[in-house]
């Protein structure tokens, strides 16, 4: 008896800047058979499905619709880039109260419609708002995993392979911990082709290579600040991100990704969601890689935890 053919189903909620772009990219890499748009603005959603629909003949073969809540019951991915945008003069508790409550909002539905889908959150600030989703939905917490720090990898490794001038697929480089200001390089972990960084730059970089390497974590973190400042919002790079999430999990590639999941003693940390090296592939989160980190990142990665233990801590008091 053949096996019954099923579709690759991902259902977007959220269809502004991030939203749109990781649908135009996903569409673009012929991963997912359906790709269902969802917006509580109606025609926002309708405007970019007829957009994105205008170029099918151009992608690989995929039907891209307008989608409801009622989307969530087949899906196998669903991703949250849904949120609301920081107001002049709003404290970033208030904007992390109304990111949360939509998010909840989410996770009720998805709940009620019964799904069995991987949930990814890229809603910012995205570690608390995992740690949210995964203790508001019930779900196990393979199902439900944050793009962590999967961006500011990559940004890691181009300005590394800038740098030493090689292809930027020959340096493995991570970035750990928090997708914001405490995040930690883990210099430790990064190779160039398999020769440490250190060995690499030193034998073929120019300049002071000490110094480069302020200058690039610098870069890496406050990278989000200078677009902002330079064309309003990130989307390009974020959307390429989420690709390669969904492609693991969609292909089943247990690749080794810093998606943000929720830590039980791992590293010393407990109860926070995190960015860290874990394999994903059809069932979400499969398991965490515990890297030998050095103690000066094991220190910064704790610290890392506590930061956004508190913000979680500060955002269930109220």
Not at 13 to 38: C, K, W
Not at 203 to 223: F, K, L, P, T
Not at 266 to 272: P, R
Not at 296 to 305: C, D, F, G, M, V
Request: with cysteine.
């Amino acid at each position: 008896m053949e096996a019954t053919w099923k579709s690759r189903k991902v259902a977007i909620v959220g269809a502004g800047a991030v939203g749109s772009t990781f649908a135009y990219a996903l569409a673009q890499r012929g991963l997912a058979d359906e790709i269902s748009l969802i917006d509580a603005n109606h025609d926002l959603a309708e405007g970019q499905v007829l957009d994105l629909a205008h170029g099918l003949p151009y992608y690989p073969s995929v039907q891209i619709k307008t989608g409801s809540k009622a989307d969530y019951a087949d899906a196998n991915i669903i991703v949250i880039t849904a949120g609301a945008k920081q107001n002049p003069g709003e404290t970033r508790l208030n904007l992390l109260q109304r990111n949360a409550a939509i998010i909840k909002s989410i996770m009720d539905d998805i709940v009620q419609a019964n799904s069995q889908a991987i949930v990814v959150i890229a809603t910012n600030p995205v570690d608390v708002n995992t740690r949210i989703a995964l203790n508001h939905s019930g779900f196990p917490k393979n199902r439900v995993i944050g793009s962590g720090t999967v961006l500011d990898s990559a940004r890691f490794r181009y300005l590394i392979s800038q740098y030493c001038k090689v292809d930027v697929a020959n340096v493995h480089a991570y970035i750990l911990g928090e997708h914001g200001d405490s995040e930690v390089a883990a210099w430790s972990m990064t190779n160039v082709a398999g020769v440490p960084v250190d060995e690499y730059a030193q034998a073929h970089g120019s300049g002071n290579w000490a110094e480069e390497r302020e200058r690039i974590v610098h870069d890496v973190r406050n990278s989000a600040y200078h677009i902002i400042t330079y064309k309003g919002a990130t989307y390009y790079a974020i959307g390429m991100a989420l690709v390669r999430i969904v492609g693991a999990i969609l292909r089943d590639e247990q690749s080794v990704l810093t998606i943000s999941t929720l830590l039980e003693g791992e590293y010393g940390i407990q109860d926070v969601c995190l960015g860290i090296p874990c394999v994903v592939g059809q069932g979400g989160a499969l398991k965490i890689v515990q890297a030998p980190l050095n103690d000066e990142e094991r220190i910064a990665l704790t610290s890392s935890a506590e930061a956004l233990k508190s913000a979680f801590d500060l955002l269930q008091k109220g």
